[in-house]
């Protein structure tokens, strides 16, 4: 490959690899997050930094904001989202083998599965799905 041109994927790049790879996850496991919305900033915001008492912007690659299953139903308005930070995200890509959309879909199973108790060894079986 000749990287003598290559750019840095882009937040809109990540979008839309993230809506690729959300797409091709199984339908009932799609349908735990509703109706969905991605949110790719560069890092976390100031306030996400310190209510997850991170050490540095680096040490996460995505958050899930919505409601639970219970919580869904009688949550008019409040939307489902996964915020994805794109810098973490390149950095983790950079120091790992793994391709850049390996990683997102890790990151949204991940993420829609911690937010609904889901086991690492449910999340792991979703992972290994094509």
Request: overall charge negative; hydrophobic content about 45%.
């Amino acid at each position: 490959m000749d990287w003598t041109n290559a750019e840095a994927p882009s937040l809109d790049d990540i979008e839309t690899l993230a809506r690729d790879c959300f797409s091709e996850l199984p339908e009932s496991f799609r349908a735990l997050a509703g109706d969905i919305t991605f949110m790719v900033q560069d890092f976390p915001d100031v306030v996400v930094i310190e209510e997850m008492e991170l050490e540095t912007p680096f040490d996460i690659l995505g958050l899930f904001q919505g409601p639970n299953l219970a919580e869904r139903d009688h949550a008019s308005g409040q939307n489902t989202m996964i915020f994805l930070y794109r810098r973490p995200i390149l950095d983790y890509w950079a120091e790992n083998a793994d391709p850049l959309g390996v990683i997102i879909r890790h990151v949204l199973i991940h993420e829609i599965g911690h937010h609904f108790g889901l086991s690492d060894e449910a999340m792991e079986a979703i992972e290994e799905q094509d």
